[in-house]
């Protein structure tokens, strides 16, 4: 009898895009009943932490769905006071992170990740790490995760991780000194394939030849910069350079994992049409972003799913720690 397939679900960074991840995998439940139920490892940054921490703690996606549309306008709202008190965005972050905050405790409450239902991996960035020895100090990417093992977040409360890897600088103030996880791994898909793959920790591996890999994204924007040689300096480079850190790392994951795993990793990324760029902050356009992701052609993505991760075997329990 072949050994059962391990499951990974990745899903991206992408701020109140996030609202189509959750649709998505909805619609793939139409035609796939409860598939996401079925994974093993659940990975996510920022708006896809999110998602992933809310399926680990059994949330439906139409519950996480209803959540961006009642929290969203709370948690990017701006007002010209605070413009005002921030020179125009020039000091001091556009949102304040309390909403957020407030969003998070009610829906996870006191909630930790050896109590979710499945593994789990979300990025952030930890701008310091405090070592009491000055030549270790820094900053570094922080994984957090509950694999059972020595260097294992099982203790962490969900809302805490959850604030983490959601801050993306500029946006909101750092959290407890994380930043979002989308600056190192906005796509952290091969993360979370480098985590199955980890020997401090307690549990088996999963031979590659075990893994299937699908990666969602929030959608994708053409965007160029025209010149062949930009003699550009802080100033003009600030402006696009988060977007490229955020965005531009996306397709290394992909390529990597798509030669590891071949037709067992499947990327579902969509690609906005002309005039629907979206920013991760831009909640009225979200009757705009209903009306794509209702119209998308799924599938290509139904037929990955039952062809390579669904199988006979019972959906995960909860696992120990």
């Known amino acids: 009898m072949p050994a059962r397939a391990y499951r990974i679900l990745s899903l991206d960074g992408g701020g109140i895009r996030g609202w189509m991840t959750v649709r998505l995998i909805e619609r793939l439940g139409e035609e796939v009943p409860g598939w996401w139920r079925r994974a093993d490892l659940l990975a996510g940054t920022s708006t896809g932490g999110l998602i992933a921490l809310g399926l680990a703690a059994a949330l439906e996606p139409a519950t996480l769905r209803h959540l961006y549309e009642s929290a969203g306008p709370q948690v ?3 007002t010209w006071m605070d413009n005002v008190r921030d020179l125009g965005r020039l000091v001091g972050a556009q949102y304040d992170e309390r909403p957020l905050r407030r969003v998070l405790e009610k829906t ?3 909630l930790r990740l050896r109590d979710l239902r499945c593994r789990v991996l979300v990025p952030a960035f930890d701008l310091d790490n405090e070592h009491p020895d000055p030549a270790r100090r820094g900053w570094a990417p922080k994984f957090f995760h509950n694999f059972p093992g020595p260097d294992s977040d099982g203790e962490r409360r969900v809302r805490d991780v959850a604030l983490y890897t959601s801050v993306a600088p500029v946006h909101f103030p750092s959290a407890d000194g994380y930043i979002d996880g989308g600056v190192v791994a906005n ?7 480098a985590q199955t793959q980890d020997g401090r920790s307690r549990q088996p591996r999963p031979a590659l030849s075990r893994i299937v890999l699908l ?3 929030t959608g994708g924007s053409p965007k160029f910069i025209p010149g062949r040689r930009l003699d550009w300096g802080l100033g003009q480079w600030s402006r696009p350079l988060l977007d490229i850190l955020m965005e531009g790392g996306i397709g290394v994951p992909d390529y990597q994992c798509r030669r590891f795993l071949g037709e067992r990793y499947h990327r579902l990324n969509p690609l906005l049409p002309p005039g629907l760029e979206i920013r991760m902050n831009d909640v009225v356009a979200l009757p705009r972003l209903k009306d794509f992701a209702e ?3 799924l599938a290509d993505t139904t037929t990955w799913l039952q062809t390579y991760w669904n199988d006979p075997s019972p959906p995960r329990r909860r696992p120990t720690a």
Do not use: K, T, V
């Open 215 to 217: 990666s969602i994204g």
């Open 187 to 193: 796509n952290p898909s091969m993360a979370a394939l």
């Open 76 to 78: 990017f709202h701006d």
């Open 108 to 110: 996870f409450g006191d």
């Open 295 to 297: 119209q998308l052609d």
